[in-house]
């Protein structure tokens, strides 16, 4: 964003640091009239701007990483929101393990939070269950990732295709 005249952007250095150097992805966050927020999606459009990133073996950059998605809300709308971000994390390369999201939504209308001490999520069994079930297999499949030395590259190493088309009339291909 520095280039196109804003001041400051911290996202190339988060990415670096963290994004780059992690296992696991988890984006958390809620729904916003029945969708994911603004800042969710954002977060997502950012790591996209990364995703043809390549790494050593010529896959895209999210190649090897697990993801999923945690959601809260006072409002309906919990699957949507984990379908559209689980389809988005999958999409830029992140592998998504079973159970891979999580929410909580209250009651319908104004109501406790999720850390509300009365009627909030913490004591929802519903949701711990699901948020144990995602954490262990998100773990678990991080590992079993880790151990065999991420995606096999084979069959999807950006080095084995050539996209330039000289006579194509779509720069991005030439």
Known sequence: MREHGYEHDEFPDIYRSLVQ??????????????????????????????????NDRGQWAYYGKVGGVLTTGNEDGGKHVSAQVLYALQ????????????????EAGPGPSYLDEVGG???????????????WNML????????????????????????????HPNPEYR
């Open 140 to 167: 678990h499949l991080a590992r079993m990732l880790k151990d065999a030395g991420g995606i096999p590259a084979y069959g999807n190493s950006t080095h084995d295709w050539n996209l330039e088309h000289s006579g």
């Open 21 to 54: 150097a992690a296992d696991i992805l988890l984006l958390a966050g809620p729904i916003w009239l029945g969708d994911q927020s603004s800042q969710t999606r954002m977060i997502i459009e950012r790591l996209y701007a990364y995703s043809s990133e390549i």
């Open 91 to 106: 999409h830029i390369g992140l592998t998504i393990p079973p159970q891979a999201d999580s929410y909580w939504v209250g």
């Open 121 to 135: 999520g913490q004591h929802n069994a519903w949701t711990t269950r699901n948020t144990v079930f995602m954490t």
